[in-house]
């Protein structure tokens, strides 16, 4: 398992949003993150990548915590937030070569399988630009770019279709599967429930801070009594629980 989480509690300040969570993302797969909004799928995300220190549990990507080795365990992850973080000084181009550099890659190496994906995202002919030029759906490209760019064994998506066009989410989704035939873990937050019925091979569902349901399609359909159930009938009936209590 590339990412394995433990009882794992917390929040922001001494209030938990997350609570003793147990789920995995097995090495090889995508698993999609799924919830109401507030149920805590980005607090669970910003606990793995470190930006959220746990009240309890444990986080483990491989053999590795944060706290046993933080460099180790800050370069098996891979992150496209939400929302684009770019330095407003920094060309495209820089920010594809301070990427390079955290992730200590070889440049020489680096640059053709770059160079492929800015091709692939219309970004070729923008490395001398400014995130001020760019629309947030490029904003999203760049950080796309910047994550799979790397060998992570691990690639963390908080809604990473929001401002994407059609194309955009297509030559997301074919990297995806790339990294996945690789061996990489995938872990992906995202309301799009379509595509995730789709790409992923397993469900972690989220409610109230905590997991309501894990497994694939066939699980979930046996855990919510819906034998014939998409992930659209899954959702909504979890939801109506959540109404209901």
């Known amino acids: 398992m590339s990412l394995v ?24 797969e995508v698993t999609a993150l799924i919830g109401l909004n507030g149920a805590g799928k980005s607090t669970t995300i910003k606990h793995i990548i470190g930006l959220l220190k746990p009240m309890s549990g444990a986080i483990t990507i491989g053999d590795k915590t944060l706290a046993d080795d933080p460099d180790a365990y800050r370069q098996a992850i891979a992150y496209v937030p939400e929302t684009p ?32 994906m800015l091709e692939t995202f219309r970004l070729a002919n923008k490395l001398d630009w400014f995130p001020d030029n760019f629309s947030k759906g490029m904003k999203q490209k760049v950080m796309i770019v910047c994550a799979f760019m790397t060998d992570a064994k691990l690639f963390l998506i908080d809604e990473p279709f929001t401002g994407l066009d059609p194309l955009g989410v297509h030559d997301l989704l074919a990297l995806v599967e790339e990294k996945r035939a690789a061996g990489a873990a995938i872990l992906m937050s995202t309301h799009i429930l379509n595509t995730a019925e789709e790409v992923a091979d397993q469900f972690v569902l989220l409610k109230d801070g905590g997991v309501r349901a894990t497994g694939d399609l066939t699980s979930l359909q046996r855990q919510f009594n819906l ?8 959702y909504l009936a979890m939801t109506k629980e959540a109404a209901h209590e």
């Not at 997350?18 to 995995?24: E, G, M, P, V």
């Not at 820089?94 to 492929?116: F, G, I, R, S």
């Open 5 to 28: 989480i433990n009882h794992l509690t917390g929040g922001y300040g001494a209030m938990p949003v997350i609570k003793n969570l147990d789920f995995s993302a097995p090495d090889g």
């Open 85 to 116: 973080v770019l330095y407003p000084e920094l060309t495209l181009k820089e920010h594809l070569e301070l990427t390079m550099m955290a992730y200590q890659l070889d440049q020489d190496q680096t640059w053709p399988k770059v160079n492929a």
């Open 227 to 234: 034998p014939a159930g998409r992930l659209d009938d899954i």
